[in-house]
């Protein structure tokens, strides 16, 4: 059984930064991609960012420049550096990766952006 825990969110004011973390645990062999999407109020779950096994990433075009993604293969964790937050940034965050060829989703994460 593979769990993913999110930690990291929380309330800050705009243009300030945000650090999100997510940690695997359980039965891992080997991690392939990793992402983290969010979900605002009555909108659909969109991607964020995303990082193969080999580090290459991609972002979506609101938050390329403002947020980076890396991981830890050591300490089967993922991050998201967020900086210059703004506030249509406000939504739950989730982590994602591909186990073995399965999909985990951690439990999210809430980011409030205030004006």
């Known amino acids: 059984q593979v769990q993913l825990v999110e930690s990291g969110g929380g309330l800050v004011q705009a243009g300030g930064s945000l650090r999100l973390s997510c940690k695997a645990s359980g039965s891992i062999f080997s991690i392939n991609g990793m992402g983290w999407y969010r979900q605002a109020p009555g909108k659909q779950r969109e991607l964020v960012a995303r990082i193969t096994s080999g580090r290459s990433t991609n972002y979506a075009d609101s938050v390329k420049g403002r947020f980076t993604i890396s991981r830890d293969n050591a300490k089967n964790t993922l991050y998201l550096q967020m900086n210059s937050l703004k506030p249509e940034d406000t939504a739950d965050y989730y982590c994602?990766?591909?186990?073995?060829?399965?999909?985990?989703w951690g439990q999210g994460t809430q980011v409030t952006v205030s004006s």
């Open positions: 994602n990766m591909v186990i073995a060829q399965y999909n985990y």
